[in-house]
């Protein structure tokens, strides 16, 4: 009985599994489709400085508006890019799309643009990259290139060398998500990051957890003594601005600044004179 229950299990799981699988090849196909059909979008969140709250840059997030599924975030179809060759061709398009946005801007804010540790680990990267700058015109220090620590693991000396090769080309590197891996201290150690990116889920914690706090308070300090900007992301509330604005945080990203949206709702912020970052309105409908 014991075994037949195992098998009736096993037939079970071997049906959602290959729903799952039939389901991603139809995900990816769609998406090869998608990306050479122009359904990708970059939306951009503004980084704030902590000190006046002044816009001081973007982070390009990429979604995808699938003709029948609707917009789709990139937590559901990054990985099934990265599964099927098709991270190059997605990452090349949004790195180009938002160079080629941030280089019309009249202000020159910097622009984040997240990478994938499939393409820090191929040698090409620093040869698009810079191809990038050129045909779009926009000069390397306004680029920052966001990297997870997960990056490092596959070729450590190849992703090494590809930041190295990147940094000599003027680009800002930073570390992102930091505090959620399993080694953020020794990749600290092994390379000179522009930036550490405290993972959301710390900062939301502030004044809730008392651990929180104190791992937010450490980081900052890290940062602080390897002068390294630290950046919050997820800030929600105004109660964690005050808190981080005291312990000196250099900038703050999240929906107390201003929530993801598509390019022309941040005309305002890169215009020449821009408004001050606001909390949003609550009753406003948010840009996503
Ligand atoms: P990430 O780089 O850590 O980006 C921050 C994520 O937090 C974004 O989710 C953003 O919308 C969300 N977020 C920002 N402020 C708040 C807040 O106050 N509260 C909460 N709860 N969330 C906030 P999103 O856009 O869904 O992106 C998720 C992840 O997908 C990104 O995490 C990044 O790792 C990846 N990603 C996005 N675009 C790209 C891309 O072009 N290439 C690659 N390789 N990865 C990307
Ligand atoms: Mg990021
Ligand atoms: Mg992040
Ligand atoms: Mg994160």
Redesign the pocket.
């Known amino acids: 009985r014991a075994k037949e229950g195992g098998r009736g299990i096993y037939r079970f799981f071997k049906r959602e599994m290959d729903e799952s699988i039939r389901e991603r090849r139809s995900l990816a196909r769609d998406l090869k489709q998608g990306i050479t059909d122009g359904e990708l979008v970059?939306?951009y969140?503004p980084l704030a400085r902590a000190a006046d709250g002044e816009v001081c840059g973007f982070?390009?997030?990429?979604?995808w508006q699938h003709p029948t599924r609707g917009m789709i975030?990139?937590?559901d179809f990054?990985p099934v890019a990265e599964e099927n060759g098709l991270?190059a061709p997605?990452?090349e398009w949004?790195l180009r799309q938002a160079c080629a946005d941030a280089a019309a801007w009249e202000k020159p804010l910097r622009i984040a643009?997240?990478?994938?540790p499939l393409?820090l680990n191929n040698p090409a990267l620093p040869t698009l990259v810079h191809e990038v700058l050129i045909s779009t015109g926009l000069s390397p220090h306004r680029l920052e290139l966001?990297i997870?620590e997960s990056a490092l693991f596959k070729d450590y000396q190849r992703a090494l060398d590809n930041l190295r090769r990147l940094k000599a080309l003027g680009v800002r590197i930073a570390m992102?998500?930091f505090g959620t891996g399993f080694s953020s201290l020794s990749t600290l150690q092994s390379f000179p990051f522009d930036k550490i990116?405290i993972?959301?889920s710390f900062v939301?914690n502030i004044h809730r957890h008392d651990r929180a706090t104190v791992i937010v308070r450490a980081v900052l300090g890290l940062g602080r003594s390897l002068e390294i900007p630290v950046v919050a992301?997820?800030?929600?509330t105004q109660e964690q601005i005050n808190f981080l604005r005291s312990e000196d945080c250099a900038e703050l990203?999240?929906?107390?600044i201003g929530?993801?949206g598509p390019l022309h709702t941040l005309e305002a912020w890169t215009r020449a004179n821009p408004a001050p970052a606001q909390a949003p309105d609550q009753t406003q409908a948010p840009a996503e």
């Open positions: 970059v939306y969140q982070e390009a997030l990429v979604r975030p990139p937590l990054i991270i997605l990452g949004v643009v997240n990478l994938s393409q966001e997870t992102d998500d990116k993972d959301k939301e992301e997820g800030v929600e990203q999240g929906y107390a929530r993801p």
